[in-house]
């Protein structure tokens, strides 16, 4: 009788044994998958200023789906006029799990210890969308990685169709993790109000537009009030409009200096300071050489006591050769 008790507790105490390694074991990937997800959104709201809490890292099931094709980027897709944006989540990574990873492939790679990239996506309008007409859908790279969310999609999508090329292309981030198994994949875009996707007041015919940059202040507003006034009335406060740069000589008593003036819709707001003249002449001259007027974003805002104005616009040295070709010669 004692021997068969002393086998019993013997395979009792190996049972429990077994037991315990087994749930330490199953134990560790969830824990590491935590790990990982916390870590992807801590960079979320370290990087994008994103509306509310941002979801956890997506798995996307490795399938292939037979469900309707948005069309594809024509390539010519416009550029959001406001730099001001919000950060907005894709929906529907899961059922693009192949796209995902070639995108991965192309640009970094895909590891079980994940990546992110960086690269612009291009939204684009599905009307035809059997699920939902006001669908917009989200390639990076050509690849079709997932649609807007359909509450964005409700407030985006004719705004986008009515865009010159009808397409928009905007900053965009990517994150994979993957294994030979399974997928986790998130796209995040940034874009602005819906009604800033358009600049709002009228640019010259054939100018140059320089890309957003760094926020520039202009001064002397208060010598052009009554200009500043009409314009607050016209377009509202905290408004992106289009502000053209030109070189203006300004005689005083003992000297004459060179300034670029500041212009909103055909009369001067400003003019900038002595060390910002000197960022910007360079390329205000470039552009006036050849008979255009270089054009920028600025923001006003204010009231009828005192308004400012300020550019987002790079500077002369920021632009590399490239840069400055495609700005001054985009075709």
Not at 34 to 62: C, F, H, M, N, W
Not at 117 to 127: F, K
Request: glycine share 6%.
């Amino acid at each position: 009788m004692e021997t068969i008790l002393g086998l019993l507790l013997i395979v009792g105490i190996a049972w429990l044994l077994l037991r315990a390694r087994r749930g330490e074991t199953s134990s560790k990937e969830p824990r590491a998958r935590s790990e990982l997800r916390d870590g992807i959104e801590q960079s979320v709201r370290r990087d994008y200023a994103s509306r509310g809490e941002p979801r956890e890292l997506r798995k996307t099931p490795r399938i292939v789906v037979g469900d309707h094709v948005p069309p594809s980027p024509s390539g010519e897709a416009d550029e959001a006029w406001s730099p001001r944006t919000a950060q907005f989540e894709v929906a529907g990574e899961w059922y693009r799990s192949a796209s995902l990873r070639e995108l991965f492939r192309r640009h970094s790679n895909v590891s079980p210890s994940g990546s992110e990239i960086r690269l612009d996506a291009v939204l684009v309008p599905d009307p035809k969308n059997p699920f939902d007409p006001r669908a917009v859908a989200v390639f990076v790279d050509q690849l079709h990685v997932g649609y807007m969310e359909r509450g964005d999609a409700k407030v985006y999508h004719r705004p986008i169709a009515a865009l010159p090329r009808g397409e928009l292309r905007v900053p965009s981030r990517q994150w994979l993790r993957a294994d030979d198994q399974d997928t986790w994949a998130r796209v995040t875009l940034s874009l602005p109000d819906s009604s800033q996707l358009e600049c709002p007041n009228p640019r010259p015919s054939g100018c140059v537009v320089l890309p957003p940059g760094s926020t520039i202040q202009v001064t002397r507003e208060e010598e052009h009030m009554p200009h500043l006034e009409q314009l607050l009335g016209r377009y509202g406060t905290e408004m992106t409009l289009a502000a053209t740069l030109r070189s203006l000589t300004e005689v005083r008593p003992r000297s004459q200096v060179e300034l670029v003036a500041v212009d909103i819709d055909g009369e001067q707001v400003g003019v900038l300071s002595k060390t910002q003249t000197e960022n910007f002449l360079p390329l205000v001259r470039k552009a006036e050489s050849s008979g255009r007027a270089l054009v920028c974003r600025s923001t006003l805002r204010g009231n009828t006591l005192k308004a400012d104005v300020a550019l987002h616009a790079v500077k002369a040295h920021e632009l590399t050769e490239a840069h400055l070709a495609r700005v001054f010669d985009p075709t």
